[in-house]
């Protein structure tokens, strides 16, 4: 009558068993009624009782919110974890990369990033408020900081020091711009750190060419007789064409000479690209002064209301500007600003895109351009493609971003074309566009903020020496090379050789950083410091060999030289501080040394009153060796001083670091003594 609840066990539900379709997996295919048989009539009927099966059903499990809530929050710990270990770089792009490829990435040790309300709790005026916006570039200076004043009210002294020049380095005037790790300046401030006598040394010396300034040179009188006043010009124009035009020949030459024999124009583009043409050529023709009365004819044309006005002549005449002449007078950021105004009036006039119309027959366009006259459509494509290398030279050795520079697809001028059979000025031109292609794309890598591996600068040196070995012969052999080609031949040749310096020198920098506590160093790290020594030695003995009595030419050369001379100033500071020296690598360093020196000293009649250089690489090379007279006489010590002028501040391209703290670090000069050890014995 009454029910015993006690009586009554409470078990545990057992699980329930799998449930299975009703219908086969054929009969449900077909779409008819099956009786669940094994098999089923149906599939018997139809006589494939061997395709019948029934399918497990599946459970559906619902995800709860506390397991999704657990497993999400897992998960932002990891990407917190990879966030803090990786902060500039985006998961995806380290999928697949190999453990030393990672651990390569992490040495870099990014600048930390201020959280929100860190940067929102303090004001403005806190000293220790690091300002997110401001890179840190090599000498540990920010960005707020950093000014220059390269106008020409400032006297020869200043002038004589910018950006890359190592006066300024030794003197602590810290008034440089962002430069990055390809900077010549990277490599001399480990010199300085590692030998503080060598940049005493460079100090004192700098310290005397204050104390004596160079004097101002007249200005020769440019009126007077009309007729002595046309030879003068007519003189520059030809030394233009014959020595300056084959690196950049942008311009229709039979056309600019018509014009200017004609003499009817008077709009402030012709007249401003004439008066750049006269400047640079008046520098080619043996003069040093001359230059200064024309280029102050050309800013008259040049100003700020010139931007209001494009046309192709007012930029040619900008790109010689800003790559050319200013670098001439040692104003690099100046040159660098100008550039870029260039390049918005190249994309302005529709530079950068090939006209529809008139590129549906190439056979046509060939047809139309006569063996004496450029096509004006063909002035427009080498003037672009002028610009573009003009913009890659000027940026190799800052370190700087590329700005967009050439984009494939935006972008699609096409290349130089031969208007006659020995067109040299098109195979130049070209030859130079596709080095310059290369070379963008070792600057942008190069401006990352995740450094160079050796891989990378095996595979960009590979395609480096291919391009030069690819070269025609007029381009890389004096015997089968035309007299106008020999200045544009030596220019390429040297950035060649720059260029694969870069590579190395900066690998060899990030060697020192980030293998402080490595005694030993891999196959690969050996054969970059000696290809970097190999390449130095090369670089030194063809300047030497191949320079000829030009401003312009010696103008280059002395400035690649004095890059070349810092990697032989290098092993000798690393391999005269160690125990046991390598023989052969300080023999070897020295005679490229004294190969150099002995080269500026022939040099010195065709260099400026205000070039340095070659005093820098002596007072360093007397630093470091304790030997006042093994390097011989220096051109400053022969009556004028002289220095580099050619600054071809391209491949920038630089990783971040701070070699401010780098160069600080006590356990540095040790580690580079280990590191070029060990390559002295490879």
């Not at 700005?403 to 290349?415: I, N, P, Q, V």
Request: charged share 25%; aromatic share 8%; glycine share 6%.
């Amino acid at each position: 009558m009454f029910h015993n609840f006690s009586s009554h066990k409470k078990t545990s539900p057992s699980p329930a068993p799998a449930r299975l379709n009703k219908s086969c997996s054929e009969c449900t295919r077909r779409k008819v009624k099956c009786d669940g048989g094994h098999p089923c009539s149906s599939c018997t009927y139809y006589k494939v009782s061997h395709l019948c099966s029934y399918r497990q059903r599946n459970k559906r499990n619902a995800v709860s919110r506390s397991t999704l809530e657990e497993v999400s929050e897992r998960l932002k710990l990891r990407d917190d974890i990879l966030d803090q270990l990786f902060p500039d770089t985006a998961v995806d792009e380290l999928i697949g990369k190999s453990r030393d490829e990672l651990l390569e990435i992490l040495r870099v040790e990014p600048r930390p990033k201020l959280a929100t309300g860190e940067a929102g709790g303090r004001s403005s005026g806190d000293p220790e408020v690091v300002d997110d916006s401001a890179q840190v570039s090599e000498n540990g200076e920010p960005a707020a900081d950093r000014q220059w004043d390269e106008s020409s009210h400032q006297p020869p002294v200043l002038q004589a020091g910018d950006d890359i020049n190592a006066i300024n380095l030794a003197t602590d005037h810290h008034r440089r711009s962002y430069l990055g790790v390809t900077s010549i300046s990277a490599i001399l401030r480990t010199i300085f750190r590692l030998c503080p006598s060598a940049k005493h040394r460079v100090a004192d010396q700098a310290k005397r060419w204050s104390e004596t300034p160079i004097p101002p040179q007249s200005v020769p009188f440019l009126g007077g007789d009309l007729g002595t006043h046309l030879l003068k010009e007519q003189r520059c124009i030809d030394f233009y064409f014959e020595h300056v035009h084959p690196i950049v020949p942008m311009l229709d030459e039979e056309d600019f000479r018509a014009s200017y024999s004609l003499g009817h124009r008077r709009d402030p583009g012709w007249l401003g690209l004439l008066n750049m043409v006269i400047t640079i050529g008046s520098i080619a023709s043996g003069s040093d002064v001359l230059h200064e009365q024309y280029y102050e004819q050309a800013r008259t044309f040049l100003d700020l209301d010139s931007f209001g006005a494009g046309n192709l002549e007012s930029l040619q005449a900008l790109c010689l500007l800003g790559g050319l002449y200013l670098h001439y007078r040692n104003a690099p950021n100046m040159a660098y600003a100008v550039l870029g105004a260039a390049h918005r009036v190249a994309i302005a006039l529709g530079l950068h895109r090939e006209s529809r119309r008139r590129n549906t027959n190439a056979t046509e366009i060939q047809e139309d351009a006569t063996r004496s006259t450029v096509s004006r459509l063909e002035t427009r494509r080498r003037t672009w493609w002028s610009l573009f290398c003009l913009d890659t030279w000027a940026s190799m050795t800052l370190g700087r971003p590329i700005c967009g520079r050439w984009e494939t697809t935006t972008m699609d001028t096409l290349l130089p074309s031969l208007v006659t059979e020995n067109d040299h000025m098109a195979v130049s031109l070209c030859a130079s566009v596709h080095f310059c292609l290369i070379c963008n794309r070792i600057q942008y890598r190069f401006a990352q903020f995740s450094r160079l591996t050796i891989s990378e600068a095996f595979v960009f040196d590979q395609e480096l020496q291919a391009w030069y070995n690819s070269l025609p012969s007029v381009l890389r052999s004096p015997a089968n090379s035309p007299s106008r080609l020999t200045i544009a031949r030596e220019f390429m040749r040297n950035r060649y050789l720059n260029i694969r310096l870069i590579l190395m020198r900066s690998l060899i920098l990030y060697l020192a950083h980030g293998h402080i506590q490595k005694a030993q160093l891999g196959a690969e790290e050996l054969q970059i410091i000696d290809t970097c020594r190999t390449v130095a030695v090369e670089a030194i003995d063809s300047i030497a060999l191949y320079w000829t009595p030009n401003r312009i030419h010696v103008w280059n050369s002395a400035w690649y030289l004095f890059q070349a001379c810092m990697v032989p100033l290098l092993s000798i500071v690393i391999e005269g501080s160690r125990s046991d020296p390598n023989a052969d690598s300080l023999t070897s360093a020295r005679a490229s040394l004294v190969k150099a020196l002995e080269t500026f000293s022939e040099m010195k009649p065709w260099m400026r009153s205000s070039d340095r250089g070659p005093d820098i690489v002596a007072a360093i090379y007397e630093a470091i060796t304790g030997e006042a007279d093994g390097a011989g006489r220096t051109p400053s010590q022969d009556g004028d001083s002289n220095f580099f002028g050619w600054y071809d501040e391209q491949l920038t391209f630089g990783t971040e670091l701070d070699w401010g703290s780098f160069l600080m670090d006590d356990d540095l000069q040790g580690a580079l003594f280990t590191v070029q050890g060990s390559a002295g014995e490879s």
